[in-house]
């Protein structure tokens, strides 16, 4: 049976109030590698912050229910403001981080509404994801229970000695490069992050803490575009990508 407009809204919203989604976006990184006195956060591309960016994506998804920012402490009223200004009417809390992201996100989970069914983990400098995209995994995590947004590696890969000389060539094949959102049942999420706290385990991503249990996560497609604002040298390609969007609208 082919469905109308009412009727696709009809089965966003049952899907969105069954598995309930939250997003908790990190935002808490002193952005060393952006240079003296730079936030990443707040620099501006086409006009709008990259904070802004990620944020309105996530409002714009319908399967997200609510926004959780986590961020430094002196950064909670341009935080606020950036909210007010863009229309983020999902952000229901604004938490500071701690000294890692684990610790970030464990913060940022106690602030979920007891209700949430699923927890959706971003990089609040990933600033190029689309709604579609977060969709995309999230649908892929309400099957699989865990999802990450990923693109596939399509370079040559070497794996080199101490002094930089190449010693292997990796098969490429099954290589990807993590990426955010990434979505986890939140249960298992929450118990990734007791036995990692337990066992003193660290990870540079949430997929590896949920991985650390033993449980696979489903690599999601989600493209070459959707890359993190790391250095300055990533402003102008982030700028570049979202004009080229514009024009194919």
């Not at 808490?28 to 709008?48: D, F, H, I, P, Y």
């Amino acid at each position: 049976m082919k469905l109308d407009k009412a009727g696709i809204a009809e089965l966003i919203f049952r899907t969105a109030t069954k598995y309930r989604t939250a997003a908790i976006v990190l935002a808490a990184g002193n952005s060393s590698r952006m240079g003296k006195n730079k936030n990443k956060q707040t620099e501006v591309l086409c006009g709008t912050p990259v904070l802004a960016h990620t944020l309105l994506a996530y409002q714009k998804c319908k399967l997200i229910s609510e926004i959780i920012v986590v961020t430094r402490p002196q950064d909670f009223d341009t935080v606020y403001q950036m909210s007010q200004e863009y229309g983020i009417t999902k952000l229901t809390s604004i938490v500071a981080g701690g000294s890692t992201r684990q610790e970030s996100a464990k913060r940022g989970m106690k602030k979920l509404d007891v209700s949430t069914k699923y927890v959706a983990i971003a990089d609040g400098a990933r600033c190029l994801i689309t709604p579609a995209q977060i969709a995309k995994v999230c649908l892929c995590a309400y099957r699989s229970q865990a999802a990450s947004a990923a693109h596939k590696v399509s370079d040559t890969v070497k794996r080199t000695n101490a002094s930089g000389l190449s010693k292997e060539t990796i098969d490429r094949n099954n290589l990807w490069q993590a990426q955010t959102p990434q979505v986890f049942h939140t249960s298992l999420y929450i118990a990734a992050l007791y036995q990692s706290n337990t066992d003193g385990f660290s990870a540079t991503d949430d997929n590896a803490l949920v991985e650390h249990l033993g449980y696979g996560v489903r690599m999601v497609e989600c493209g070459i575009q959707n890359i993190k604002i790391t250095t300055p040298e990533d402003l102008p390609l982030a700028e570049a990508i979202l004009e080229y969007r514009s024009k194919q609208t």
